[in-house]
């Protein structure tokens, strides 16, 4: 607010006819919050959004969406180009440290990104008390929240060095802990970092080379890496990168913040839908059985949804589904792949579900993880890994937040802590009904003493 404007506020009259003014906040894009930080000291109400649809929960200058323009910015430049024109590092650097580097910080981010790949040879054994037919998501949870016992000075979340440091250490080694889950999973030898290789063709080839042969690292298909990394790396606040602040406002080890994160992505109406849509894929198993897929899509007293269509934010078009389609498009034309039956299936559910009436006025357009999926299976990434890759990508976005969090909680702390509304019973006398105890048993006269001194003592008045 300017100096000397008036704040404006909005008027809510509470069910005894009292009037509160409640102050309006406006955001860099103009958007309008009612400020209620003071609503529930000040007249003991509290408001009530499960799923946030309504609320704002921190202010953030990293990532911008507008859902029904299908824009997607971070740090203010959009995606598209930064997908199409920059590198993996560049826009890492941007959301991290707030600007694209110049030569001498695009060199030594580089170098960081580079020398902080390797993991201790002790965290590489954590991989083999894992089961054989373990998940690699679930490997991810753990390995990723292991790194907080190599790390502990990493604690000292009030340290911005530190924090810093964090974040490299995070990005860095992501690629490395997903590969070794999907080597060690799969009994094959596991390949080190190689420090001449760039963010996305290291991967490929820690998941790809053998020790024994040489191993190319195919330059088309290590940029359509990096562009589906490009555009998973953010998305403001998500339920994941809600999961990664909330854990970091109780100044939690950042390896364990970015351990929860991955734990919030797993699920499949988040950054699971690019294995949900392939296993969908499978399941409709062929082009003539689409009308019947997309008929049960639309049958409410059906559980089954088309997975990657709709967004909880987008509601015209994802911007990162039209470059992944694009990308899509390149790699399937690169390796000359014009028979994959899945990948038929894609493309017909594609065309039928986008020219649907059910579909197009709900603005359920195919998402990101659709086209994703398509460009990961096509790379030879197997199914189970597809969301492995989207926590390496959107760790950068999960640290540049957790960062972001931080700092402001040095300033002013918070931890996250939201209210409930209550549905249970109110306070009742414990009189378990097995046989031992008894109505009248001494566990029930007991527990009736301790109401009477519960009863007569003064109750705090907001819960811990
Ligand atoms: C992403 C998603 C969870 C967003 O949900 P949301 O914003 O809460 O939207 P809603 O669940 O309120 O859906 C709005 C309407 O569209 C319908 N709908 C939403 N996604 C649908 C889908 N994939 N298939 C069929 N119908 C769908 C809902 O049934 C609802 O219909 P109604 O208005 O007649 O009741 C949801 O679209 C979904 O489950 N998509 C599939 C999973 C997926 O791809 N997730 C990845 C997201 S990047």
Redesign the pocket.
Known sequence: MENGAKQETAKIVLPDGTEIEVPLLQDASGAKFLDIRKLQPSTGLCTFDP?F?STGSCDSSITYIDGLKGVLLYRGYDVEQLAECGDFNDSAHLLLHGELPTAEQKAAFDRDLTLHSLVHEQLIMFYRGFKHDAHPMAIMVGVAGALSAFYANAADVGNPQQRLHSCIRLIAKMPTLAALAYRTATGLPIIYPRNDLGYAARFLHMMFAFPTQPYNVDPVLSRALEKTLILHMDHEQNASTSTVRTAGSSHANPFACIASGIAALWG???????E??LRMLEEIGSPERIPAAVAR??D?KDP??????????Y?SF?PRARVMRRVAHEVLAHLNITSDPLLEIAMELERVATHDP??VQ???YP????YSGIVLRALGVPVSMFTVLFAVARTVGWVAQWNEMAAQQQIAPKISRPRQMYTGHMQREFAPPHADAGADGPAVQASREITKQVSSRERPSIAS
Not at 268 to 274: E, K, R, S
Not at 304 to 313: K, P, S, T, Y
């Open positions: 799923g649809t499949p109406a988040h950054g699971g839908a690019n949900a849509v899509a639309k409410k089954f949804r088309l997975m990657g269509f709709g967004h909880r934010v509601k994802d059910y579909f709900r603005g359920l998402n990101v993880d659709f």
